[in-house]
């Protein structure tokens, strides 16, 4: 009955979508406030309603409910309840579930927290976004229902839940993952609500600015997490592959970056008004491509989800259906949208300009090395061809230097007109990192490498630049401290992400290069030296979990000939789905991972073992953080808390239709 009630709220959720995209589109053209007004119940109900759905899919879950053909196939009654719960997006049926309920809930959120809109804009964003709905519940409705039952046979216990997913970075990646991939519907709806305006001001990229700002901090934090959790379960000890599915999400990143900084010269200056409605566009479509490489079936990767084709022609349809309608009439409405304003080559616009076409050239590059196998393999009857790290790193990496350059001169920049002197001054910090850099490749590295001496020297520029950036903020002030604390939001937050940035080259370049590893064939008593530590196997002892059964390696690292710490690695058996999954056992630290993998049994009770040493490599994940904090801290700034309310009461006493800004 809970499944059937899952089943039919999701009707109800389709239902209230349509409506969403009809009623209020009926008042704008009619001028009626009131229908417009019902855009947000609309929205509300329609976030109740797959709410239901979603809890009644998790109540499925938690009560081993086998009679519903997706429970039976995901989890089993002897699987810990944290990933009972996570495992409601385990699979393809669920996760799209989960992709609705946040679309549901960015909608509601729009609805309840645009007061400064005008009833106009927000009755235009909620029907599109209502639109945008209609085709994910008629993808899970139609394809892809996780309420299917197997009555009147069902298994007496499921299949368990892949043990590649039974961890922590389930219940937290796609989560924020998804948040950032959906997130960007909301610029994207602003975009096309305002081109059906036919007024394509500046005022739009304040309305949705915090909104872009916020999804792109999910979408951050949810490729950090993905990247943790690729590096310590799959017991590679790498952090980023080039995987297709990976880039998926890069992608949209790439193209969010670039749109969070053209909305700000968008509302600073009025300057690239028709490209920043380019980018939201481009920014959510790809986050649909990155549906349909992961829900196709056409790419093989450990990420994605092994779904017949059927499903993937129906995304592919929607992609093409909204991209198409979307650049259509954006073609109509911003082609010839031109702005007065003018600036310099050294001006800010000038490096937000630069900016964007960097993040889009880099995003393009990425494009191409995902989709290339793909039309390779359908031109040539299915041959298959490779691009891995060799084209990335040949052509992704030059790119993002050259970025990284002008990310230390952009922010002291000047809006319009920047001195010349403020540019020149920016060498004496070069030269000052380039030799602290060489002191300490000198002094601490086993071995000198030029490519790390450079790009590090570039991470510390920008954190110099940064810092001098900050210092000039209060070097006139009386209360310098006080001063610093007064600075909006929008400031800090670009100071967190380009730090973020920073230290993430740096842990980066120090991984990739001065990484160490070895795998070897191990008995008891066994030792093998590493990075100045001693790795001792003393054997391997059997365990029973709660779904599983282990061979627990048993590691002493040893130092100066002392026992630092034992790591325990496992390799495990899982019965229920006869799988086995290997299980490293790291140290972390703030400078260094020791990382311990058990391999296969060789016999004679001897095993392979994989042993890495990796320099800063959190700092890789850190450096994520502070950027995803970049982004959240923006939503905070008071601006765009502002309502005008006078305009908007005059505006809705007039006719109710838009024209004052937020």
Not at 13 to 24: D, E, F, Q, T, W
Not at 451 to 456: A, C, G, H, R, S
Not at 483 to 493: D, E, N, R
Not at 598 to 622: C, D, M, S, T
Request: proline share 4%.
């Amino acid at each position: 009955m809970i499944a059937e009630l899952g089943h039919f709220s999701l009707i109800l959720a389709l239902g209230m979508c349509v409506a969403l995209a009809i009623i209020p589109t009926v008042g704008i053209v009619q001028k009626n406030t009131q229908l417009m007004n019902v855009s947000n119940s609309l929205a509300a109900g329609f976030f109740v309603f797959v709410a239901i759905s979603f809890f009644c899919l998790g109540y499925a879950f938690w009560s081993d409910d086998f009679s519903v053909q997706y429970v039976a196939l995901n989890s089993n009654s002897a699987l810990p309840v944290q990933y009972k719960i996570s495992a409601i997006w385990g699979g393809h049926e669920g996760s799209f579930l989960l992709w609705t309920l946040v679309m549901s809930g960015w909608t509601f959120a729009v609805g309840a927290l645009s007061g400064g809109l005008t009833l106009d804009m927000r009755a235009r964003v909620l029907a599109v976004m209502g639109a945008l709905s209609i085709g994910f519940v008629l993808f899970i409705l139609l394809t892809s229902n996780p309420f299917d039952r197997t009555l009147p046979v069902y298994p007496a216990d499921g299949n368990d839940l892949n043990p590649l997913l039974q961890d922590f970075g389930l219940i937290v990646h796609p989560p924020m993952l998804y948040m950032g991939y959906v997130g960007f519907a909301v610029p994207f709806a602003f975009a096309i609500a305002t081109l059906t305006t036919g007024n394509l001001d500046s005022a739009w990229a304040r309305w949705s600015r915090p909104w872009t700002n916020a999804a792109w901090g999910f979408l951050t934090l949810g490729i950090t997490l993905g990247s943790w959790w690729a590096y310590y379960e799959l017991g590679w000890g790498g952090w980023w592959f080039w995987d297709a599915v990976e880039n998926a999400s890069f992608m949209p990143w790439l193209v969010g970056t670039a749109l969070v900084h053209s909305l700000a010269a968008t509302e600073k200056r009025g300057v690239f008004k028709s490209w920043t409605v380019l980018l939201a566009i481009f920014a959510f479509s790809l986050s649909l491509l990155g549906a349909f490489l992961v829900r196709s079936g056409v790419l093989t990767s450990v990420h994605a989800f092994a779904v017949d084709p059927e499903r993937g022609m129906y995304i592919l349809t929607y992609l093409v259906l909204i991209i198409g309608s979307s650049l259509t009439l954006y073609a109509f409405k911003a082609s010839g949208v031109k702005s007065d304003a003018d600036f310099e080559w050294g001006s800010r616009e000038s490096m937000l300009l630069v900016n964007n076409l960097l993040l889009v050239v880099s995003a393009a590059i990425v494009l191409l090395g995902t989709l290339y196998p793909l039309v390779y393999e359908t031109l040539y009857d299915g041959k298959k061809i490779s691009i891995g790290p060799p084209y990335f790193n040949t052509l992704f990496v030059p790119v993002v230097m050259l970025l990284f350059t002008f990310m230390v001169f952009s922010p002291l920049s000047r809006w319009k007109k920047t001195p010349v002197q403020e540019f020149k001054k920016q060498w004496v910090g070069l030269v000052a990192s380039f030799f602290v850099m060489l002191c300490l490749v000198l002094a601490l590295a086993k071995e000198f490498s030029f490519v790390v001496l450079l790009v590090n020297t570039v991470a510390l520029w920008i954190i110099v630049s940064l810092g001098k950036d900050l210092m000039a903020k209060v070097a006139n002030k009386a209360e310098k401290i006080a001063a610093l604390f007064k600075q909006t939001m929008s400031y800090y937050g670009m100071i967190l992400g380009h730090l973020g940035i920073a230290v993430s080259i740096l842990g980066v370049c120090i991984t990739v290069y001065y990484s160490e590893e070895r795998d070897v064939r191990m008995v008891p008593g066994d030792s093998v030296e590493l990075a100045g530590y001693e790795f001792r196997f003393n054997g391997v002892s059997k365990e029973t979990g709660p779904n599983y059964m282990a061979d627990r390696g048993d590691v002493d690292v040893i130092q100066e000939g002392k026992v630092l710490l034992t790591l325990y690695p496992e390799k495990r058996f899982y019965p229920a789905s006869s799988n086995v999954m290997t299980e490293a056992d790291i140290e972390p630290s703030l400078f260094r991972d020791l990382f311990v993998a058990l391999g296969e049994p060789l016999g004679n009770q001897a095993w392979a073992v994989r042993i890495h040493y990796k320099p800063f490599v959190r700092w890789i994940w850190f450096g994520g953080v502070l950027i995803a904090m970049g982004g959240f801290i923006t939503v905070f700034d008071r601006r765009y808390r502002r309502v005008k309310v006078a305009k908007q009461e005059k505006s809705n006493h007039a006719d109710g239709v838009a024209g004052a800004t937020a």
